[in-house]
């Protein structure tokens, strides 16, 4: 049974997408990435460090024959920033399924969500499929897909902080309300915070630090793909109904 | 010699157009992009893009990055 996902004109099967920041290194982060089952991964763009260019290249280790780049705009605090980081993405690989962030204070890395509106108007003028990191504001959301974003990625919570899902209702009303893909993006700590955000009904997850921070990094990212694939499950089948009292699972009828 | 912003640092070089530089500083061109004066430099257009002095010249790459 497939259950794929699109986005912009693109199907993937894998509803876990994988960031490549933070590992040991770039063997590892490979080794994490395959282990995930992830087809997409999230790049940045840097200058070569022209004093040592025989320097070890992400290319090289994680493959774009064997995973989708999807270039971010990680670091940039302007729309200005972020449209020529883009620009210079898609000619080094010719990419235009991009991820936008802009982001606002350094402490929280929350989204500048008026200057990523304004960022996503350029991008898309320039012919980008933009998928755009922001606040799980339902207003800000309909604005951003109103304005051409090819997906919306609200975060759980804060970049890098592990704490979990912490708004499920507003990552809800954000989910029933859009046409095009709902991805979470940041907050994600350990593999039940995962599944916990697939099963509000998202396309599919984004993170980073939860697999490259953990102690074993390519066994989280195990744990990471199955508890997207639970989750995914769970939403689909439907859960039963909280109740606030006990119902037994034994027959009552027929006792001794 | 040219005098050129390199990657933000100053720097004085004998290439006379941006293929030349890429080569010379033992770059893989395919695995790069160019940006010259704001501008982005197309993997065809390299050869004929010459180099002057007070170019700001920035070569990036992809590292690994999540957010």
Redesign the interface.
Known sequence: MTDSWTVAGRTFNSRLIVGTGKYKDYEQNAAAARASGAEIVTVAVRRVNLTDPNQPMLMDYVKQDEFTYLPNTAGCFTGEDAVRTLRLAREAGGWNLVKLEVLSDPKTLYPDMEETLRSLKLLVKDGFDVMVYCSDDPVYAKKLEEAGACAIMPLGAPIGSGLGIQNKVTLRIIIENAKVPVLVDAGVGTASDAAAGMELGCDAILMNSAIAEAKDPVRMAVAMKHAVIAGREAYLAGRMPKKLYADPSSPLAGLI | MTKIL????ESDVAAANVLALVEG???DPR?????RN?E????SAYLNTPLEDGDRL??????????
Request: aromatic share 4%.
């Open positions: 390199l990657n933000g640092t500083l033992g770059i695995k790069v992009a160019v940006e704001l982005i430099v197309p993997k920035e070569i990036v790459h992809f590292v690994g990055g999540g957010n």
